[in-house]
């Protein structure tokens, strides 16, 4: 049974479905994973760049650590192997931080700064954690369409699938 934190199983899922999509985006041309498709962020790899956007800025914020691109739909990584290693890095980063999330950092305010529309904001840090995972999931899910429109199959994403939970009973 598992036993570790809500956001522990988020960051797990978080890396299994990162790795499940990027290795089903290695049999996708860089061409068509480069298409514009008409997704919000274009095409597959404009996606994936920003949910590594995203993953940087929140955990920027969350660590002190700041990070700051010009625009949200910038291109962080032209070279899909790039991108992937920067993944793979973010994605132990907020697996590492989320086993030592303290509750009480959890439930108290958080102030930022937005990257959407530049102002100040302050919310409970666990609301601002629940978005990154949220949007996390928002634009995976944008991603699995884009990769069943190009004729892949993206596999299961459902959190249950985790490896992790499947204890043989």
Sequence with gaps: ??????????????????????????????????????????????????????????????????????????????????????????????????IKLDPLWLRQPFEYTSNVDGKRRVLPASILVTHMFNHQTHHRGQITTLIKQLGYEPGVTDIPWLPSLNAVV
């Design 1 to 98: 049974m598992y036993n570790g934190s809500y956001y522990q199983l988020m960051a797990e899922y978080n890396c299994w479905m990162n790795q499940s999509l990027y290795s089903v985006c290695l049999m996708i041309p860089d061409e068509k994973r480069k298409q514009d498709l008409g997704a919000f962020f274009k095409s597959i790899h404009g996606t994936l760049n920003h949910l590594l956007y995203g993953d940087k800025a929140w955990m920027g914020r969350f660590t002190n650590n700041s990070f700051s691109v010009a625009a949200i739909g910038q291109e962080l990584y032209a070279d899909f192997e790039e991108l992937r290693v920067e993944r793979e890095k973010m994605d132990q980063q907020i697996l590492e931080w989320s």
